[in-house]
């Protein structure tokens, strides 16, 4: 089987923090409508391997490349502007607002009357359900709460739609999107994430649950101590192996 | 049909609160309003109840209305405001000495007036976001900062005498309409809930109140709409020290000493959340009106001035706790007040209570026994 040209390429990617080396020569690569999955322990490197490629923290050394096109990013702005965003384990809501000005927080819509530039709420909550039912298939009971009174997985559903309604987003990395919802709101969250998929867009899926790293990754990068220990297809590999990376028994054994 | 049932009672119990919510600001000071208008009733029906009366309540309120309204944004973004009282009193005293001392035509003055304030908001945002200095210590501080250059300035001076267009705007009246202080205070409210409804300033304040982290994540740049929050309060504060010199026809560097105080209570009884995310504009300008009536009240059953600070200070307290208090989701969970009065905890609480009262007493017994004659000395 063909590889597909990858969206997104990370080459020797290395970072230091002061005198500690969160990660050495780091190679990652991603394809369109595919979920890459990246796994390791806690300091394993993975946050800080997601935060360089969303422009949060600048490597110290190694090159980046998005479609082929060497990036230089000095702000996560900058990433955004790309076509590279990621919603955070945190989700970034503000709770007081309702789901629609959430999803338009930074980016509001807006309307002017006589030069003079207002919000355009009543668009901005169409488009909110407009995007929320269409790209996600989530419908919220009201869009005029609080979004502090929404469930887990309908915070979870307005922070990925705040990601996926830039029009040219490319890739979209989701940190530990599960590790607070319950079992149904897992489930549904990881159904988002295959429609996601299914509509082109790369993956990035951070994730503690192996569970859900197998049930919609098609690829796993196991991040041990800063390097990258492994890279397997899901369907050629299986949990009891990835978790074997993870904590080195194969190092070990060797 | 049968298994539906309970979502749509929980829905129904749900969606009943929903309902409710927006309007709990008003309803609190409402409630209090209608309180004060009862007892008033019964003590002080004949002197309380006058269209002279309630003009005194409705000049009073304009004063303060400008300021609750952009304090009403200050507080929303978790921040506050201490120094609103001596802004107002040094551009005031500035605005006076610009027409007495250097012949500045009104209208001029009074645009001096705004844009000081307008200056002096901007240092107390600058302090806050560039000197990292807490909004409550850096306000405080610069409240000190700014009575100092006003008592600097005037001295013990009382100006007075003004031209027609500051006692205009302080107690001016636009003849069979209402009077232009008010008029002054309800237009800065309508634009303050423009502002709030249909502006970034007003939703980025919001964001920023209820999660700054996740405000500066989305890209918005906090600090600036910290500054701008804090310009708007220092222009109003300037404008209310525009109308206070034109109501009274006199400024000094003393005046406004409760402003602070009594803006704050007036916000925080309109329901807007001093831990920031919940803004009510209408419930800061019924908070306005319910502390005029309040102290009206109290001047009409002619109890000293001095027990409006008391007054300011209790209200502000009942607030906040009465507004915890209904944010408090489990309330179901406790088994009544006298239980939840009787933890452990609670007890060592009492008895700390008790021993501080009994040393109180003893002081007070000792001092009584051994009281020498106070007749020389005073």
């Known amino acids: ?254 | 049909m049968t298994n539906q049932s309970p979502v749509t009672h929980a829905d129904a119990g749900r969606s009943w609160q929903d309902r409710l919510e927006p309007y709990l600001a008003i309803i609190g000071p409402m409630a209090m309003i209608a309180m004060i208008l009862i007892v008033m009733a019964i003590l002080e029906p004949t002197r309380y109840f006058r269209a002279s009366n309630f003009n005194i309540i409705f000049l009073e309120a304009a004063l303060y209305m400008p300021m609750a309204m952009a304090m009403t944004f200050v507080i929303t973004q978790r921040g506050i405001d201490l120094s609103v009282g001596s802004v107002a009193a040094l551009t005031g005293i500035i605005m006076a000495f610009a027409m007495k001392q250097y012949g500045f035509a009104p209208w001029f003055a009074v645009g001096l007036a705004i844009t000081t304030g307008a200056l002096f908001g901007l240092i107390n945002g600058l302090v806050i976001t560039r000197f990292k200095v807490p909004d409550l210590i850096g306000t405080l501080a610069m409240d000190l900062v700014y009575r100092g250059f006003a008592l600097v300035l005037a001295k013990g001076l009382v100006l007075a005498r003004f031209p027609d267009l500051i006692t205009d705007i302080g107690r001016g009246r636009i003849p069979g309409f209402i009077p232009i202080p008010v008029l002054i205070g309800l237009t800065t409210f309508v634009v303050g809930a423009f502002l709030l409804r249909k502006s970034w300033f007003g939703r980025y304040s919001i964001a920023i109140g209820s999660n700054p982290e996740a405000a500066e994540m989305t890209g918005i740049s906090v600090n600036r709409y910290k500054i701008y929050a804090y310009v708007l309060m220092g222009a109003m504060a300037g404008l209310a020290g525009l109308m206070l010199t034109g109501k009274l026809n006199a400024i000094q560097a003393t005046s406004a000493p409760y402003f602070n105080l009594h803006v704050i209570a007036a916000v925080v009884v309109g329901g807007t959340s001093l831990f920031g995310g919940r803004a009510y504009m209408l419930g800061s300008l019924a908070g306005v009106l319910l502390l005029s009536m309040m102290i009206n009240a109290l001047v009409t059953l002619r109890i000293e001035f001095f027990w409006q600070s008391v007054a300011s200070g209790v209200v502000i307290i009942l607030s906040v706790a009465f507004y915890t208090w209904l944010q408090k989701k489990d309330r179901d969970g406790s088994k009544g007040l006298l239980a939840s009065l009787r933890t452990p905890e609670n007890n060592k609480i009492y008895k700390l209570a008790g021993a501080l009262v009994s040393a109180l007493l003893v002081f007070v017994v000792l001092g009584f026994l051994f009281a020498a004659d106070t007749t020389g000395s005073g």
């Open chain 1, 1 to 254: 089987m063909s590889e597909p040209q990858p969206v997104v390429s990370m080459r020797r990617i290395g970072k230091k923090f002061g005198g500690v080396t969160a990660l050495h020569d780091v190679d990652l690569d991603a394809s369109a409508g595919q979920v890459l999955a990246i796994v390791g322990d806690n300091g394993a490197g993975k946050s800080t391997l997601i935060k360089i490629l969303t422009g949060v923290y600048q490597p110290t050394s190694g090159s980046i490349h998005l479609d082929g096109k060497p990036l230089e990013m000095n702000s996560h702005s900058d990433a955004k502007a790309l076509g590279i965003d990621a919603v955070y384990q945190t989700l970034a809501l503000a709770d007081d607002l309702d789901p629609a000005a959430n999803m338009f927080l930074g980016s509001e819509l807006t309307r002017s009357f006589m030069g003079i530039p207002y919000l355009d709420n009543k668009t901005m909550r169409l488009e909110a359900v407009r995007v929320l039912d269409e790209r996600l298939g989530v419908k919220l009971r009201s869009m005029d709460v609080a979004t502090e009174s929404l469930s887990g997985g309908q915070r979870q559903a307005v922070a990925i739609a705040r990601a996926v309604y830039q029009p040219d987003l490319r890739v979209l990395v989701m940190d530990e999107p599960t590790a607070a919802l319950g079992p149904q709101e897992t489930a549904r969250t990881l159904k988002l994430i295959k429609v996601l998929r299914d509509e082109g867009l790369t993956i990035l899926l951070i994730s503690h649950s192996l569970d859900d790293v197998f049930e919609v990754s098609d690829q796993i990068q196991i991040m041990r101590r800063g390097r990258r220990a492994g890279l397997v297809k899901t369907e050629d590999s299986s949990p009891k192996e990835v978790l074997g990376m993870i904590v080195g028994a194969a190092e070990d054994a060797a």
